[in-house]
């Protein structure tokens, strides 16, 4: 049962550590999560792929600790190792950027990743791990002061070994509390479409999409929100829809359905009840709703020769009639042409070249943060891509966008 009250690691605050090679970022994930998370050793590269590590950490509240590589490795797998490090960046809501004053080479590599971070408006804390060396420390502490420029409240100087780590961890996590956005974790996936004592419908296919005995994460956070919220809810099934409201004394204020049953929910509904999708929710939720709905009006310029890229979060075997493997391909091609192109990626396997697609079509991102689904619509904006949702993209192929809240 632990695991099933837990929080999803996509509602996780994530906080990557970030430096180079033997600077004590291993030591202090240990020092921050309070056990051994990482290994720490004098051999440069001992961390090679990013740690994950999920926690709750008063008064952050839920985290996802992130511990990377050593950014100047050049190591034979070094490339590789990264890759894995620019995705753990792209999914960072709040950086420790470690500097090693022991360090003599230069901080060029460090001074990036500072600016890579302030370019995305990631807050980054620059903590300089002593190692109980005072001479050059000053000079450190004020050039990394200017780059922030004279943000000095994010600065902290520590010694990250792991002994007195007790005070190191208080200082860390408290100068990281200052760091987190006012508003983190209060947005809502209904937003401002539902209040107390609300009537909502969730229309749920229990098709053989669905896991077997289970609900989907969407729902199941649904739900959960509308029951705080002291909503009313009522659960169906599409082809029971008829019979579930025939059996309500008054029409529903709202009405949320799997995209996929858009244009049946929409024609069976009382006129007075409202009508969106859970992934329609998602996509403001998790990334930017109104850059979506521009993107699903370039749908009607696609051509039999267009390209389109659908990416989706999950990485499940692909099912019979799989909405992002078949579904969205078939509408598309129906209207289009059987000569459209539609690739599928999954995970995090989304293309760093997006030039060569007319759109790209993204899941809801239930199961990534909401820095990482905004880190991909970036890519888009920055290849000049128009790119839209699954339950937008279909609100906008069944005629009905115009019809849906969000």
Not at 101 to 113: I, P, Q
Not at 326 to 353: A, M
Request: with cysteine.
């Amino acid at each position: 049962m632990a695991e099933l009250n837990s929080t999803p690691n996509a509602n996780r605050l994530h906080i990557g550590i970030f430096g180079r090679t033997n600077s004590g970022k291993s030591s202090l994930i240990n020092i921050i999560t309070g056990q051994q998370t990482s290994i720490v050793s004098e051999v440069a590269g001992t961390t090679t792929d990013p740690v994950y590590k999920a926690m709750e950490i008063n008064p952050l509240g839920a985290c996802v600790i992130i511990d990377t590589p050593g950014i100047e490795d050049h190591t034979s797998l070094g490339a590789q190792r990264l890759e894995k490090t620019k995705l753990a960046m792209e999914k960072t809501d709040v950086a420790i950027l470690v500097f090693a004053a022991t360090f003599h080479g230069g901080f060029g590599e460090e001074y990036k990743l500072l600016e890579n971070f302030q370019k995305k408006k990631v807050p980054v804390l620059c903590l300089v791990n002593s190692f109980g060396q005072s001479s050059e420390l000053d000079d450190l502490k004020k050039n990394i002061s200017k780059r922030l420029h004279g943000e000095s409240n994010v600065l902290l100087v520590a010694d990250c070994s792991e002994a007195g780590g007790t005070n190191n961890r208080s200082n860390i996590i408290g100068s990281l509390s200052k760091l987190m956005p006012e508003d983190y974790d209060e947005e809502f996936i209904t937003g401002s479409l539902v209040k107390e004592d609300d009537l909502v419908v969730l229309v749920m296919p229990q098709d053989i999409q669905a896991p077997k005995r289970r609900l989907i994460l969407p729902q199941v956070q649904t739900i959960r929100e509308l029951l705080d919220r002291k909503c009313t809810v009522v659960s169906t099934t599409t082809d029971k829809l008829e019979l579930t409201l025939s059996r309500l004394r008054e029409a529903p204020q709202l009405i949320i359905t799997d995209s996929q049953a858009f244009k049946f929910v929409y024609e069976h509904k009382p006129a007075e009840s409202r009508l969106t999708s859970f992934s329609v929710l998602f996509a403001a939720y998790k990334g930017d709703l109104k850059y979506y709905v521009e993107g699903a009006h370039f749908i009607d310029s696609l051509k039999e020769k267009s390209r389109v890229l659908i990416a989706e979060c999950c990485t499940h075997a692909p099912l019979a009639e799989d909405i992002g493997r078949v579904k969205l391909p078939r509408l598309l091609r129906k209207r289009f042409g059987e000569g459209l192109q539609v690739d599928v990626v999954s995970g995090t396997d989304f293309p760093d070249e997006l030039t060569k697609y007319d759109l790209v079509i993204q899941c809801g991102g239930c199961m990534f943060n909401r820095r990482y689904v905004l880190s991909r619509i970036d890519k888009a904006r920055a290849a000049s891509v128009p790119m839209t949702n699954y339950g937008v993209a279909i609100a906008h192929l069944t005629g009905i966008l115009d019809k849906v809240v969000m």
